[in-house]
């Protein structure tokens, strides 16, 4: 199957993107430009740009109540109105200034989970963090080194994760009280195929992979066979996630950093694809 462009470049760097239960629309955050992009052909365009307190935005969830929740450079950011207009920092997550935020998500119980990344891409040096909107951040574990994707599968009995340097996607068991635990390898994907970055689930299961560098979506079943390949033509595919009514159309973003401008003029653009099954509603901060 092959993914249709349906925008512009419009980012620089296109990540993480969600649908958007309050507007019906996809959001998806322009991570080195500290903004979120809106999709909505009626504005100009075909997309609104939202700012956040932060040179970078990774990660941006729905709030339950209304609202959202953003991972900053080296922070949480919250608010409760939609357009985005009143996030204020909520925590800090650390001090140190050569790590920012990289990717993320809220696991079954509504807690929200950050992952990190050197700028430098030191291995060794990316952690994750998880917080529940009271008190302080906890510390998950360490020793990664880019820190990417997070999913769950239909039943929330597992979590899925991404080192992208390792070519790994772990799974975890996921416990309500514990977290994640139990980490295991789930798929390991050959260097020469790309590199796995965003992921997202369906409702069958299924784990779609973001490959970066390898101009593809993968899909693997729950038992990490490969079963399905989108292709998308452009090379750094970043992430994906299902939206649109009935969440049966498959999101794709794609980033255009550090290409010249002559170089894959469509990076930085979202691309779509119908592929027959359908997503998971998005998991929602309670915090």
């Not at 322009?30 to 740009?49: C, F, P, T």
Request: proline share 7%; charged share 25%.
């Amino acid at each position: 199957m092959k993914a249709q462009r349906i925008t512009d470049s419009v980012s620089y760097h296109g990540e993480g993107p969600v649908w958007w239960p309050a507007t019906g629309r996809l959001r998806f955050v322009d991570m080195l430009a500290g903004s979120v992009i809106e999709l909505d052909e009626a504005a100009e365009g075909g997309y609104r740009r939202l700012d956040v307190p932060s040179k970078v935005a990774s990660v941006i969830r729905p709030r339950v109540d209304g609202g959202a929740v953003v991972a900053t450079e080296r922070g949480i950011a919250v608010g409760r109105a939609e357009d985005l207009s009143d996030l204020t920092q909520a925590v800090e997550l650390y001090s140190d200034p050569t790590i920012r935020t990289n990717e993320g998500g809220c696991d079954p119980d509504g807690r929200f989970w950050i992952g990190t990344m050197s700028y430098e891409r030191v291995e060794g040096a990316a952690a994750v963090y998880r917080w529940d909107g009271a008190g302080e951040p906890v510390p998950a574990w360490g020793g990664a080194t880019i820190a990417n994707g997070l999913g769950f599968s239909p039943d929330g009995s597992r979590g899925y994760w991404i080192d992208t340097p390792t070519g790994r996607v772990t799974v975890f068991d996921y416990d309500a009280e514990a977290g994640l635990v139990e980490p295991r390898t789930f798929v390991e994907i050959p260097a020469e195929q790309g590199h796995p970055d965003g992921l997202t689930v369906d409702a069958e299961g299924g784990v779609w992979v973001a490959m970066h560098r390898g101009s593809a979506v993968w899909r693997f079943d729950e038992d990490g066979r490969l079963s399905e390949v989108i292709e998308v033509p452009v090379s750094k595919v970043t992430a994906c996630t299902f939206g649109g009514p009935d969440l049966g159309t498959l999101y794709i973003t794609t980033s255009r950093e550090n290409l010249p401008d002559d170089v894959e003029p469509a990076s930085g653009s979202v691309y779509a694809v119908e592929p027959g099954v359908q997503g998971l509603e998005p998991l929602a901060f309670k915090g």
